[in-house]
């Protein structure tokens, strides 16, 4: 869609009111602009990063209200109203988030509802917003001299600021933080892990949702010429989410297509049911509910799925061969003191999964951690992770305490990790999931990224990336959906993507898992590569052989406590730890 078809429906869409198109598609088109800007932003934020919105036409109001109060009430530039309008936009959603998205669970949603009954109330009720008359007589907009009273004059207006938006989306998902916003609707756990904070960027999209509806509101203000409480109320609010549903709320497009649909049907069936059921009522409401069940149901993906599916999947050009490398860190020195695990201890209610652990780890080291289901070696390397907090004990890296700390900050530190449990997202490719590492090594905030100032940073992130895929053997399947993998290059992609961190230790949790034997002896190759390069590791493996053929040093857990540590040869010859795994008495 990007190279080609954009530009062009860009250009149909602006050039529009200059051809011999009724006036009625005209106004038609500029609510379709309206609603995609609004339905974009749930893009971004139902769609892409998992957060749901029943208070978008609120924050719409905002834009709209403050238009109209600015320029017919204290006769302010239409400009400065649209500073403030986005201003109080964003200083709302500041507070919705910030006191919402820390929490799991169904917060947002409802405080959106909250926001946006209370808004509508307000509006209706105060006095000096006209209660439920609303402001009447909003001047036009003048752009340059220019008089955009007219729906078509104003149609340039309203497709400019969508096409940018859709235009700063695109950019936005194809980048540094865009790849952080995507990886939030999978989880909190692998972002931090990459060094993400993913309330951060929750609030960054949750911000920008609200300022797209804002903007959106400001246009309406000038399209309408008077703003009164209805469009705004919390029914509206689920349109919008509607809207983006039907659409497609994955894709940019999906947005447009969305308000399209419904923009164009609900004029249709607000005269043509009445006719048919032989009395007036919105009862497109109701058409609109079977529908959205039956889309639901039958393309969950929403309509664009179905347009989707017949473009090309972009590939990523490969344009960074020459880019030059990211900084890395400089690794400890060989034998230096890394990670100390004292007498760490996790209770789960009466369940003592960790129960006072103590080892070392060194530069250069590679350590087993091996133990029967449930002994309680997933549960360490969440500890060491700042994944769980401690009941007990600490954790100490090169000399300080982590242990307390968030996961990201143990991630800045120079511990990387994969988990049990492949940790990824799907729908992007191989090469695009590695660069996720690489997020703590670049600095491109959202606004240059939308802007796509950060190509550059970009080309070195992916070189990087294209580097570490090729390193773990998967060179020929960076392109591929990580969804489409197989479990054992999952997990390799995974490695790739913690190596992408540039860490001093990396902490893997089952990598042989799923994996052919040759694939084994060219991973262990590969790890063994890493520790002559100055990387320790300590690795969880129900693989035996893999494992002694190894590591230099082994720690045995069994229910939750440390059996024994030793060198492989000394753990094979432990009567106590055959008697573990074989489940008889030592
Ligand atoms: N979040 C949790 N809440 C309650 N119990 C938990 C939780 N996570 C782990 N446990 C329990 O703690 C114990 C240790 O689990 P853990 O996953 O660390 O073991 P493991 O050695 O990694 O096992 P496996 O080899 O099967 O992965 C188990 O009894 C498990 O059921």
Redesign the pocket.
Known sequence: MRRFAFPIFAAVMLLLPALPVPDFWITQSNYIGLYALVALGLVLLTGVAGLTSFGQAAFVGVGAYTAAFMTVKMASSPWLALLVGVGLAVAAALLLGAITLRMSGHYLPLATIAWGLALNYSMANMEWLGKYDGILNIPALKVLGWDLGTGRGLHVMIWLLALLAAWGAMNLLDSRPGRAIRALKNGATMAEAMGISTFRYKLVVFILAAVLAAVSGWLFAFFQRTVSPSPFAIGKGIEYLFIAVLGGVSHVWGAFLGAAVVKLTEDQLQVLLPKLIGTSGNFETIVFGIVLVLVLKYAPDGLWTFIGKRLPRPVRRKDWDNAPPLESRDKPAQGELLLQVQAVRKE?GG?V?VNDVSFEIRAGDIVGLI?P???????TFNLVTGVLSLTAGDVMWRGERISGLPSRTIARRGISRTF?HVKMIPEMTVLENVALGGYLRGHTGTARAMLRLDRDEEKRLFAEAERQVARIGMADRMHELAGNLALGPQRLMEIARALCTDPALLLLDEPAAGLRHKEKQALADVLRQLRGEGMSLLL?E?DMEFVMGLTDRIVV?EF?TKLMEGTPSEVQASPAVRAAYLGTEH
């Open positions: 789960f369940l999964a133990g289901n449930g002994a309680g070696k997933s549960t049990q969880v129900h857990m939750g």
